[in-house]
């Protein structure tokens, strides 16, 4: 099973950006698709964005569409999460996952392998 660490998360305030990093020591990454999910206290986890193998496809939530860029780069195993004009509602703990056979899934149940997640908290 791919190994994911992510990293980036940290306290901001209302309308700061910060960049979320997933990477993988190993394993054939080009191949995945890649997505982006957060959990906030006592919600359920949800989508936030996801992106096909090639980087060529990408889908967001609509609560970040034009706010967040989910990108690839293949070459460094690693897969971004731009996030700008933070909210305070964006506060959870965000999660990358790999799915490996891709079938534009959204669906967090339908992917593989899961990071750790990292904090992100957006002060009012």
């Known amino acids: 099973q791919v190994q994911l660490v992510e990293s980036g998360g940290r306290l901001v305030q209302a309308g700061d950006s910060l960049r979320l990093s997933c990477a993988t020591p190993?394993?054939?990454?080009?191949?995945?698709?890649m997505g982006w999910f957060r959990q906030a206290p006592g919600k359920e986890r949800e989508f936030v964005a996801r992106?096909?193998?090639?980087?060529?496809?990408?889908r967001y939530a609509d609560s970040v569409k034009g706010r967040f860029t989910i990108s690839r780069d293949n070459a460094k195993n690693t897969v971004y999460l731009q996030m700008n004009s933070l909210k305070p509602e964006d506060t959870a703990v965000y999660y990358c996952?790999?799915?490996?056979?891709?079938?534009?899934?959204?669906?967090?149940?339908?992917?593989?392998?899961w990071g750790q997640g990292t904090q992100v908290t957006v002060s009012s």
């Open positions: 992106i096909n193998w090639s980087g060529d496809s990408t």
């Open positions: 190993r394993g054939t990454f080009s191949t995945y698709a």
């Open positions: 996952a790999a799915k490996y056979f891709d079938s534009g899934t959204s669906d967090w149940r339908q992917f593989n392998a």
